[in-house]
T-cell receptor, first 119, second 110 residues
């Protein structure tokens, strides 16, 4: 159980265009989803936290108008990189956590990631 | 600032040896502790979680938690080359926000 998918797995886009990445929880209801970015040989960097039906909470330094997050249902969150630039090229990973009947259910399950290259 | 600290490594161990990965955290109120494995170019994969002081064993993996000393460790017995990866320690202090360490790179030599 606890499978999270991401689509697409990789994408190449031109500078100035927008790219949408989808994150889905396949076998559980994701009350909270997280979006991370990871540059080569660096650690995970949390970009934002989203709860179903409410606005995302962005980490300091992350432009909310550039990285649009929508968590419209308990199984789907999307990240849209608007007006992408080459410096936005990175590995974007979502994770999800949700209710599972346990007393503490804070383990995050990660999607396989989306590699974005902006040319 | 809540922090999770890990030695970046690389930690190099011979095949068959025990690999010991350590992590310290700053928030005494932390309740949940996780170890993730991340292969190069892949996303993290949850391998262990622990909530109570003491040891928790799962196959070749043992997680150890000492809340008084604010550290959590991961032991990998009979290390295999396929265990070579970056291991991320993660700590949750309640709520859904988890703080990740920067990770320790493990290299298991055949």
């Amino acid at each position: 159980g606890a499978v999270v998918s991401q689509h697409p797995s990789w994408v190449i886009c031109k500078s100035g265009t927008s790219v949408k990445i989808e994150c889905r929880s396949l076998d559980f209801q994701a009350t909270t989803m997280f979006w991370y970015r990871q540059f080569p040989k660096q650690s995970l960097m949390l970009m934002a936290t989203s709860n179903e039906g409410s606005k995302a909470t962005y980490e300091q330094g992350v432009e909310k108008d550039k990285f649009l997050i929508n968590h419209a249902s308990l199984t789907l969150s999307t990240l849209t990189v608007t007006s992408a630039h080459p410096e936005d090229s990175s590995f974007y990973i979502c994770s999800a956590t949700g209710t599972s009947g346990r007393a503490f259910s804070y383990e995050q399950y990660f999607g396989p990631g989306t590699r974005l290259t902006v040319t | 600032q809540k922090e999770v600290e890990q030695n970046s490594g690389p930690l190099s161990v011979p095949e068959g040896a025990i690999a010991s990965l350590n992590c310290t955290y700053s928030d005494r109120g932390s309740q949940s502790f996780f170890w993730y494995r991340q292969y190069s170019g892949k996303s993290p994969e949850l391998i262990m979680f622990i909530y109570s002081n003491g040891d928790k064993e799962d196959g070749r993996f043992t997680a150890q938690l000492n809340k008084a000393s604010q550290y959590v460790s991961l032991l990998i017995r009979d290390s295999q080359p396929s265990d070579s990866a970056t291991y991320l320690c993660a700590v949750n202090s309640g709520g859904f926000k988890t703080i990740f360490g920067a990770g320790t790179r493990l290299f298991v030599k055949a």
